[in-house]
């Protein structure tokens, strides 16, 4: 059984920051991939960004220069550092993990932390 803990979420000005955090615990033998995707009011969820054991990222066109995606390997934890915010930005964000429990590959979703950007 793995649980992921996202915090960090809230209410930011446009222009502004937010730093957003996914810690995983429990059965983790090793990492593949861990993310952050969002849903916004009224649309499907999609993928922010994400970051293999190994350092690798992938960002969603829409947040690239602005979101920064990290990975503290010896604490499971993922971080999304959000610059430069806008509207459109306001969402639920999820973390995501890909991990192997030993026996077989696993998802595994957080229950997200809401992000809303207005003056």
């Known amino acids: 059984q793995v649980t992921l803990v996202e915090s960090g979420g809230g209410s930011v000005q446009p222009g502004g920051s937010l730093r957003l955090s996914c810690a995983a615990t429990?059965?983790?033998?090793?990492?593949?991939?861990m993310g952050w995707y969002r849903q916004g009011p009224g649309k499907q969820r999609e993928l922010v960004a994400t970051?293999?054991?190994?350092?690798?990222?992938n960002y969603a066109d829409s947040v690239k220069g602005r979101f920064t995606i990290s990975l503290a390997n010896a604490k499971n934890t993922v971080y999304l550092q959000m610059n430069s915010v806008k509207p459109e930005d306001t969402a639920v964000y999820y973390c995501?993990?890909?991990?192997?429990?030993?026996?077989?590959?696993?998802?595994?979703w957080g229950k997200g932390t809401l992000v809303t950007v207005s003056s």
């Open positions: 429990g059965n983790i033998f090793s990492i593949n991939t």
């Open positions: 970051i293999t054991s190994g350092g690798s990222t």
């Open positions: 995501n993990l890909k991990y192997s429990n030993g026996i077989r590959w696993v998802d595994d």
